[in-house]
T-cell receptor, first 116, second 116 residues
Framework: AQSVTQPDIHITVSEGASLELRCNYS??????LFWYVQSPGQGLQLLLK??????LVQGIKGFEAEFKRSQSSFNLRKPSVHWSDAAEYFC??????????????FGQGTTLQVKP | GAVVSQHPSWVICKSGTSVKIECRSL??????MFWYRQFPKQSLMLMAT?????????EQGVEKDKFLINHASLTLSTLTVTSAHPEDSSFYIC????????????FGSGTRLTVV
């Protein structure tokens, strides 16, 4: 079955501390992986994506993620968290977006709280 | 580029009435759009995939007679919640496939529906 698991429902970190949000996936085909951020009452903004190539991908706002095929993981990291990073984070997996199918499967989300 | 405009951003309606939510691609042609539903503090659940000029494909468990999706043009998809009830209150988000773009998807800002 195709699924995405974000084991941490809620994470609290101090401002300036490092962050890692976990994501594990189960997908039958070549996975295309995404991390999105959602502020309250808003849509989703793409942080970064992995399709192929270098397994360490850089995104916006200082985020990066590493694809580890052996672990079926795509964890999101940031070396120093800012108060403005407080939001909901979603990991998602899908097929090649240029293909005919294109629906994304989302994880449950991780709520990030940043302490001053 | 690749902006999707979703309206309204919020709506309150009386039980038994119908509500239409619009999702419009502003600067590209969206042959495929997706409609998601998100309950508070939960993930996005795909409701249906709509392709321009054809019937929408609904996910298992989604009532197609209740959630009417129309994708009559390459720039507009609509979701109509018919005979709305309080349990239909939720956050609805549309998404569109972006052709020839590696990030593949763009999301509307969402619609908060409250049925009273």
């Amino acid at each position: 079955a195709q699924s995405v698991t974000q084991p941490d429902i809620h994470i609290t970190v101090s401002e300036g501390a490092s962050l890692e949000l976990r994501c594990n996936y189960s997908y039958g085909a070549t996975p295309y992986l995404f991390w999105y951020v959602q502020s309250p009452g808003q849509g989703l903004q793409l942080l970064l994506k992995y399709f192929s190539g270098d397994t360490l991908v850089q995104g916006i706002k200082g985020f990066e993620a590493e694809f580890k095929r052996s672990q079926s993981s795509f964890n999101l990291r940031k070396p120093s968290v800012h108060w403005s990073d407080a939001a909901e984070y979603f990991c998602a997996v899908g097929a090649n977006p240029s293909g005919n199918t294109g629906k994304l499967i989302f994880g449950q989300g991780t709520t990030l709280q940043v302490k001053p | 580029g690749a902006v999707v405009s979703q309206h309204p951003s919020w709506v309150i309606c009386k039980s038994g009435t119908s509500v239409k939510i619009e999702c419009r691609s502003l600067d590209f042609q969206a042959t495929t759009m997706f409609w998601y539903r998100q309950f508070p503090k939960q993930s996005l659940m795909l409701m249906a995939t709509s392709n321009e000029g054809s019937k929408a494909t609904y996910e298992q468990g989604v009532e197609k007679d209740k959630f009417l999706i129309n994708h009559a043009s390459l720039t507009l998809s609509t979701l109509t919640v018919t005979s709305a009830h309080p349990e239909d209150s939720s956050f609805y988000i549309c998404s569109a496939r972006v052709p020839n773009r590696l990030d593949g998807y763009t999301f509307g800002s969402g619609t908060r529906l409250t049925v009273v």
